[in-house]
T-cell receptor, first 110, second 115 residues
Framework: QKEVEQNSGPLSVPEGAIASLNCTYSDRVSQSFFWYRQYSGKSPELIMSIYSNGDKEDGRFTAQLNKASQYVSLLIRDSQPSDSATYLC??????????FGSGTQLTVLP | SAVISQKPSRDICQRGTSLTIQCQVDSQVTMMFWYRQQPGQSLTLIATANQGSEATYESGFVIDKFPISRPNLTFSTLTVSNMSPEDSSIYLCSLTRDPQGETQYFGPGTRLLVL
């Protein structure tokens, strides 16, 4: 079993829709969770962090965390073509290092 | 976040040679890391660059192949030694300023092609 699993994608949504990105992790010690966005040919860019169970909202982005289920998600409301990118989930591990999932490629169709 | 630069931004190298990648930050940071991202893959941590001491390598990565230096709190280098085509990848440095070393910011990356 992979340490961090993300919905494999690619995921396509129409402009204005909600994009839902999911991530499960195996390390129960993980306390901090990060979502990165990576445009093609660019380096990852931090867009959200979440540390407590529940929801955290930042503009059009909402991160949801359920530590009991070892599940973290990212919702993008009112999706825009500029949101088209690969989204990487990265929980922290027991050694406080980040472990990255394989990513979900999102395409927002105009 | 910090301003992070990497040199070179890209390079094409011959098999058997070595390349040193530089990572410069505009201010002092707690921790610096080196990652590899192979084509179509996610990020894999190579090592944590420790200031004033030897780097801490992850499983599957060794100092002879990927020597790392960190002479001060704003600069680090990664050398890819005795390169083979399998080393073709994007190499990224990242940094953190928080004491837990978790919130990381990435440099622009170095795109390496080994022929």
């Amino acid at each position: 079993q992979k340490e961090v699993e993300q919905n494999s994608g690619p995921l396509s949504v129409p402009e204005g829709a909600i994009a839902s990105l999911n991530c499960t992790y195996s390390d129960r010690v993980s306390q901090s969770f990060f979502w990165y966005r990576q445009y093609s040919g660019k380096s990852p860019e931090l867009i959200m962090s979440i540390y407590s169970n529940g929801d955290k909202e930042d503009g059009r982005f909402t991160a949801q965390l359920n530590k009991a289920s070892q599940y973290v998600s990212l919702l993008i409301r009112d999706s825009q073509p500029s949101d088209s990118a690969t989204y990487l989930c990265a929980p922290s591990g027991s050694a406080r290092q980040l472990t990255f999932g394989s990513g979900t490629q999102l395409t927002v169709l105009p | 976040s910090a301003v992070i630069s990497q040199k070179p931004s890209r390079d094409i190298c011959q098999r058997g040679t070595s390349l040193t990648i530089q990572c410069q930050v505009d201010s002092q940071v707690t921790m610096m890391f080196w990652y590899r991202q192979q084509p179509g893959q996610s990020l894999t941590l190579i090592a944590t660059a420790n200031q004033g001491s030897e780097a801490t390598y992850e499983s599957g990565f060794v100092i002879d192949k990927f020597p790392i230096s960190r002479p001060n709190l704003t600069f680090s280098t990664l050398t890819v030694s005795n390169m083979s085509p399998e080393d073709s990848s994007i190499y990224l440095c990242s940094l953190t300023r928080d004491p837990q070393g978790e919130t990381q910011y990435f440099g622009p990356g170095t795109r390496l092609l080994v022929l």
